[in-house]
């Protein structure tokens, strides 16, 4: 499995980045992936993800903000981040597991070396 995330980038308070991740090694239809940020001294947060369904579930802190999104024909997720805040600098990830959980990091076998999002107030 893997996984390549891409997009970040240093943006403005209530700019809009998106992220891509690009996943390789494993069948869609049978696993979860989750887009988790960690900003420095922080434990690692989920945000978004998606089920094996595409049904999403995200964090109250990116709700209505954030978008997660999948293009299964070319196997890549997409993490499309609106109205940014300062509070949302971080390195953000994807991650595949077969359960889709927001709350617990260790259920994703297979994580990307992460993008790194900067949101300057």
């Known amino acids: 499995v893997q996984l390549v995330e891409s997009g970040g980038g240093l943006v403005q308070a209530g700019g809009s980045l998106t992220l891509s991740c690009a996943a390789s090694?494993?069948?869609?239809?049978?696993?979860?992936i989750a887009w988790f940020r960690q900003a420095p001294g922080k434990e690692r947060e989920g945000i978004a993800c998606l089920n094996s369904d595409n049904n999403p579930n995200y964090a109250d802190s990116v709700k209505g903000r954030f978008t997660i999104s999948s293009d299964n024909g070319k196997n890549t997720v997409y993490l499309q981040m609106n109205n940014l805040k300062p509070e949302d600098t971080a390195v953000y990830y994807c991650?595949?597991?077969?359960?889709?959980?927001?709350?617990?990091?260790?259920?994703?076998?297979?994580w990307g070396q992460g993008t790194h999002v900067t949101v300057s107030s």
């Open positions: 991650a595949v597991g077969l359960i889709p959980s927001l709350m617990y990091a260790d259920f994703y076998d297979h």
């Open positions: 090694g494993f069948t869609r239809d049978d696993y979860a």
